[in-house]
């Protein structure tokens, strides 16, 4: 679900599967994001990338089978009426419209990618082709990692990306998760850790990304962020945390199952 775009790792004994300017200073979030001010990656401008035109007519999708996840259910060939890009009625069509044969195929609610990480050049390369494949709403799970990060997108980025989306002005998908740079320095301390989530929870994270070198002392200071603003505690199982430790400080969320112990 993302470019093949890997960094290297801090040590050789660290296994890593995220996607960061391979110039970067792993050990330190950027200096901009621990101050309050978003940093914004070399992206073109919000404005920038692969636009929807205005529908210039009502339009009717013919003989279209509409998937009730809900219910569990699939409808006979019926209509599917959509009005300035919003699905307005389904079933017998309510005036003439311009209309599409669809031939029996399939409506389904879009799909919602969990695990992303986006680049600047994401809308060029990527956008178009997750609604592609059906994919409206994705979950991305870094920021960027340097002020003015020339590869990976910031949160200020997707913000935009989305609301652009939402307003039907670009083709792309809604962004429903916004995590902030991982959490992996060991030398860490809580008070560094309180301070810089603070700072990410200002700047728009929507979650709290700890990683595999975090210790136990600062993984309890940003569980304790969580707890007070309410922004989840998601990413990796630091090594240095029981996984029974993580589930009482309030982690529900793992992105990889090879971490978890046996």
Known sequence: SRPAQTRTPPSASQ??????????????PPADTVSGQQPTTTAAPATAGTHLAKP???TTFDRVRVVDV????????TQIHVVDGVIRS?????APTHRIDAGGAYAVPGFWDMHVHSFATTPQFSHALMLS????SVRDMMDCAAPRDPLVACIADKKAWSAQAEAGERAGPRY????SFYFDDPALTPAEV???ADAYVR???????????LTLPAYRALAGVSRRTGIPLAGHLPRAVPLETALALGQRRFEHARILPD
């Open 176 to 179: 429903i998760g916004l995590a």
């Open 133 to 136: 494949h059906g994919v409206t």
């Open 15 to 28: 296994p890593v599967d995220e996607t960061v300017d391979p110039g970067a200073d792993y050990a330190s």
């Open 90 to 94: 389904i079933g017998d069509s309510p």
């Open 203 to 213: 700047g728009g994270a929507t979650e709290l990304k700890v990683y595999n070198r």
């Open 70 to 77: 809900a219910a569990g259910t699939v409808s006979p060939p």
């Open 194 to 196: 309180t301070r810089r």
């Open 56 to 58: 210039e007519a009502p």
